[in-house]
């Protein structure tokens, strides 16, 4: 999310413009300051150690020269042993082959096989899932660098017992990071452990059948239990001897921030349960009778700028006016996310932390002087349970994103989208259509005056992945010269026009 949401600004190729460096960052979550892999906390203090013991024998070999002789060598250098990097020996580069041009040569923008390509680079497409699921199309397009955010897919076993579709639910969830990639990367891991455990503790000793309250309050449980491990444990961190790399690689993640949006298929009830927090979002569409797709919320978006949420902080906070402002917590964008310890601690740990652990300046102190200890928000999600439609009432299909789709379309245009799309799969209609002249939609801006949005005059039917259909669409549709310049600007200039988008759509169908 964009560091110009302050937090979140608002949220995962091609030649010399690969669209790795393209994607732009949304703006941040937060305004008051203006998939990755990282090394085990192990790893890295090994690797330290090892590093510090190789320099230690270098620095001794070079006082007491490289004499064998008896009494010739420390003791230092005589029990570690020199360690030697491999480092490649080149020749001196040439740089007459620079040329005398007065010239710049600039790096060429995105053609249009490479906005494909750059769109597909992360998609997928995964058939013969468990009962009830007939297909479901996901992607992603970074603007962060980074990208902030993540996502996961995939069945397990059924926390319930057996089922006629061979014990295993469905899970899909996205994650949008700010302030960062660390704690969306983390979630990619850690979240279902915790909610696994914590349906199997739901689950009756009498056999009697699970109720709709207990998965969700499981749910919910599993969010703040696995939060609290990340952002309560940070003084027990600063005051344990573990290593110093070690404890700033576990207080990293609870610098970071992330909205998560959680869906869970059940195929033996046909029952989707979907945990939000912050301002991803699911959404259901259906085909009615007379042939209109429906859209139904599934989610609702936690925000500084959602009625219901601001009364719930200011009742929370009545003696803190302030505390919800410009559709803001203190500056924070979302009001429910996992992390954000800086919203979370007391002013005396945060002070510990940014003076001895590198931790962040935020809220601004400057900005917002009546600032007290909170926490002001939490990863407590609101939690739905949806019957998933029986396909003789018509077909159905989940949409699940993060912000960055839904900052240039809305639920209802998203759904109509991929309504229209799955119409022409159905009929065998060609996927490729003819192009529609660029020079019918009027001159290309992109900047304060327009970012990058869904226009229906626009929209494109090309792609053959659902989810890479409504990016395309959402970044300018059949105005090619509109989607060709949102990807010509990288990070960071980027981040003021489109934000990192993370789309899966789940295609429903009969039991198995």
Avoid at 35 to 44: I, L, R, Y
Avoid at 246 to 262: F, I, Q, S, T, V
Wanted: proline residues 6%; glycine residues 8%.
């Amino acid at each position: 999310m964009l560091s110009q949401r302050l937090v979140r600004q608002r949220p995962r190729l091609v030649t010399v413009t690969r669209v790795h460096h393209h994607q732009p960052l949304p703006r941040p979550r937060f305004s008051s300051t203006e998939a990755q892999k990282t090394s085990s906390p192990s790893v890295v203090g090994a690797g330290v150690v090892s590093f510090a013991a190789g320099l230690g024998a270098g620095w001794a070999l070079y006082r007491n020269g490289t004499n064998d002789k008896k009494g010739g060598a420390s003791p230092a250098a005589a029990q570690s042993p020199l360690v030697t990097a491999s480092v490649t020996t080149t020749s001196t580069p040439d740089l007459n082959e620079l040329g005398l041009s007065d010239q710049i040569a600039y790096t060429t923008p995105p053609t249009s096989e490479d906005v494909t390509q750059q769109l597909n680079e992360h998609a997928f497409t995964v058939r013969g899932a468990p009962g009830g699921v007939d297909r479901y199309d996901g992607a992603q397009l970074a603007s962060n660098s980074p990208c902030e955010d993540a996502f996961i897919h995939g069945s397990f076993s059924s926390p319930f017992g057996a089922t006629s579709s061979g014990g295993k639910w469905m899970a899909w969830a996205v994650f949008d990071g700010h302030c960062g990639w660390q704690l969306s990367n983390l979630l990619k891991t850690q979240l279902m452990p915790f909610v696994r455990r914590s349906l199997a503790d739901a689950k009756p000793t009498d056999k009697s059948e699970v109720s709709e309250e207990a998965v969700q309050q499981a749910l919910k449980s599993s969010f703040t239990t696995l939060d609290d491990a990340l952002v309560k444990s940070a003084t027990a961190i600063i005051e344990s001897d573990l290593p110093f790399p070690e404890k700033a690689r576990r207080l990293e993640p609870a610098y970071a921030g992330a909205c998560a949006l959680l869906t869970l298929f059940d195929p033996q009830a046909r029952k989707l349960h979907v945990a939000s927090t912050g301002d991803c979002r699911a959404v259901l569409g259906q085909k009615t009778a007379d042939g209109k797709w429906v859209a139904t919320a599934l989610s609702q978006d936690c925000t500084g700028a959602t009625p219901s949420e601001i009364e719930r902080i200011k009742a929370q906070f009545p003696d803190e006016p302030d505390v919800v402002q410009g559709g803001r917590v203190w500056g924070l964008q979302p009001s429910r996310t996992f992390g954000d310890g800086m919203w979370k601690w007391t002013a005396a740990l945060k002070k510990n932390l940014r003076y001895h652990f590198n931790g962040l300046s935020l809220p601004s102190q400057t900005r917002y002087k009546n600032y007290k200890d909170g926490p002001y928000v939490t990863a407590e999600p609101l939690v739905t349970t949806t019957q998933v439609p029986d396909p003789k009432e018509g077909p159905s299909f989940l949409i699940l994103a993060t912000d960055g789709l839904w900052d240039t379309m809305s639920s209802e245009q998203a759904v109509d989208l991929v309504g229209k799309w799955y119409d022409r799969q159905q009929k065998g209609v060609s996927v490729v259509e003819p192009e529609k002249q660029s020079q019918d939609f009027g001159p290309t801006i992109l900047g304060w005056k327009r970012q990058c949005k869904y226009e229906e005059r626009k929209a494109t039917f090309r792609d053959d992945n659902a989810a890479v259909h409504l990016m395309r669409n959402g970044l300018g549709g059949a105005d090619e010269e509109m989607v060709r310049g949102a990807l010509a600007f990288r990070y960071p200039n980027s981040r003021d026009i489109r934000d990192d988008i993370t789309v899966q759509v789940v295609f429903f169908g009969p039991g198995r």
